[in-house]
């Protein structure tokens, strides 16, 4: 009789967080990086705010937080309140179980003016793409204009297929 065996090597990895900048009244996203030597073994399993709030996939009904199959954070309709909060991510090992927190904390930076004639959509269908969780988003850069401090606005979607990497479309 043939015995399958399983040896994980335990080795160990920091996942980090970086601050968003985005436009304030907008959606910010927040990422958990990992090496990729465990992206295949490790997923997301919650955020956590300073002051300790978890924050998971399930439990976020009716809030300004969306927590993603992919593991993104988002925080809706961001305000100036919201730059002064951080945000670790936790992550599980699917194999031995193991949670590493990562070792950064990411924030939201907020810029723009709250007159700013541009605005954004974040649109989640989770039935979309068969299989797949499909995220659509509408994302916008803004820059100032040089010369005139004006906002520049560049608008473009994103498609991210969960377990794949987000594509410009």
């Not at 436009?23 to 030597?37: D, E, I, S, Y």
């Not at 199959?69 to 309140?81: A, Y």
Request: proline share 2%; charged share 25%; aromatic share 14%.
């Amino acid at each position: 009789m043939d015995s399958l065996f399983v040896f994980v090597i335990k080795q160990q990895f920091d996942p980090q967080v970086y601050d968003d900048f985005v436009v304030r009244g907008n959606t910010a996203v927040l990422r958990c990086h990992l090496p990729t030597f465990v992206r295949e073994y490790v997923s997301v399993d919650s955020w956590i705010r300073e002051d300790k709030q978890v924050l998971k996939r399930n439990d976020m009904k009716g809030s300004s937080y969306t927590v993603l199959n992919s593991g993104e954070l988002l925080i809706h309709g961001v305000l100036e309140k919201d730059s002064q909060r951080t945000f670790h991510c936790q992550t599980r090992h699917r194999l031995t179980g193991e949670m590493v927190m990562s070792v950064s904390a990411g924030k939201i930076v907020v810029t723009g003016k709250e007159d700013s004639n541009c605005y954004s959509l974040f649109l989640y269908n989770p039935y979309d793409c068969a299989s797949y969780n499909i995220l659509h988003s509408f994302y916008r850069n803004i820059e100032k204009h040089k010369g005139n401090n004006q906002d520049f606005c560049d608008y473009f979607w994103v498609v991210c297929c969960y377990g794949l990497d987000c594509v410009k479309l």
